[in-house]
């Protein structure tokens, strides 16, 4: 059932590159709970695994004095959902988090590995591509940061070298400050079920008029994307009912949505269409704008 063939731990990030450069076949395991599912359906075999869940210093958010925020790969979902730095300052990011699965799978699975596993259901992706996002990986070779839309490959794939680790997400001041943002997962069930589609938006408002908006969807396509199209439309527009559902139909158009046995690609089309405009209405209230029906 779990043929683990190896098990190996590293307390810093250090330890894990080496294990990582010496044993290339090595699967990272944070949480487990991609990883071990895996194994048990099969998808996985003989591994050897390298945990890493024992690196402190990969835990936890902290802001740093230019108002990054930084997330460590290895902060749980719940605390992403408690955390008073983000909840004070990124509060979508606490709402994505507290969508994500139930409160036993929210106590171990970690934001690093929500990402790394490249799922387009991810349920921090949207947020984050919506947040401009930046991902600091580390080899024995050194450090990079790329932008999380640069990450996701395609369904399951991510642009992890060979012997790499993600460390740390960092999300800029410029990225979230004067935002107002809401996240909406729509599931068959209310609890613990992966998302049929899931629309972040981010927006800040200037006067009567949207200043900015950011769109980042999940499960309408093989990876998390944004809406480019409906963004530009948006930028300095008045914030009417007709804007609104103009920028929801214009979303559709960068979706590459299709069928599963969860949803057909019209019904998520019609989802895109209909959710971006209620996440946009919210957000705009929550940026201190009018209030739209
Ligand atoms: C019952 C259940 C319900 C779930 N519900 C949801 C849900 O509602 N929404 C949702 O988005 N997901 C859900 N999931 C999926 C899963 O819990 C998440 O994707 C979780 O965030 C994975 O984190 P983890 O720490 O457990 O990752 P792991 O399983 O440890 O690892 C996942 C992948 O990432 C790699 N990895 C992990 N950390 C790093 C790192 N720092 N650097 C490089 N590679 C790394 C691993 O090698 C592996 O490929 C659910 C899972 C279960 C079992």
Redesign the pocket.
């Known amino acids: 059932m779990y043929n683990i063939q190896g098990y190996f731990e590293a307390a810093t990030v250090e330890e894990a590159t080496a294990y990582l450069a010496a044993n290339p076949d090595l699967?990272?395991?944070?949480?487990?709970?991609?990883?071990?599912?895996?194994m048990h359906h099969g998808q996985i075999e003989k591994a050897r695994l390298l945990s890493?869940r024992g690196i402190k210093s990969?835990q936890g958010i902290r802001r740093l004095e230019d108002g990054t925020i930084v997330i460590g790969?290895?902060t749980?979902?719940t605390r992403v959902g408690d955390d008073p730095v983000i909840k004070a300052n990124i509060p979508v990011l606490a709402e994505a988090a507290l969508?994500?699965?139930?409160p036993q799978?929210r106590n171990?699975?970690?934001?690093?590995?929500?990402?790394?596993?490249?799922?387009t259901?991810?349920?921090?992706?949207s947020t984050l591509f919506a947040l401009n996002a930046r991902l600091q990986?580390q080899s024995r070779q050194g450090e990079r940061v790329v932008p999380i839309q640069e990450f996701y490959l395609g369904p399951g794939r991510v642009d992890?070298k060979p012997g790499?680790?993600?460390?740390e997400i960092l999300i800029s001041p410029g990225d979230y400050q004067s935002y107002g943002g809401h996240y909406i997962?729509f599931?068959m069930r209310k609890a613990?079920?992966?998302?049929t589609l899931g629309v972040a938006v981010l927006c800040r408002v200037q006067g009567g008029v949207l200043a900015d908006v950011r769109i980042g969807l999940g499960v309408a396509g093989p990876t998390p994307l944004r809406c480019n199209e409906a963004e530009d439309y948006a930028r300095g527009r008045a914030i009417t009912p007709e804007t609104i559902a103009e920028i929801g139909k214009l979303a559709v158009r960068s979706t590459k949505a299709r069928t599963s046995w969860r949803a057909s690609r019209e019904y998520r089309e019609h989802l895109v269409e209909e959710l971006t405009g209620r996440a946009l209405r919210v957000a705009v209230a929550r940026a201190g704008g009018i209030k739209i029906a």
């Open positions: 699967i990272i395991i944070a949480g487990g709970t991609d990883v071990l599912i895996k890493i990969l790969a290895l749980t979902f969508a994500m699965g139930g799978i171990v699975a970690t934001i690093g590995g929500n990402i790394c596993n490249g799922a259901s991810a349920d921090s992706a990986l992890l790499e680790l993600l460390t997962k599931s613990m079920d992966i998302a």
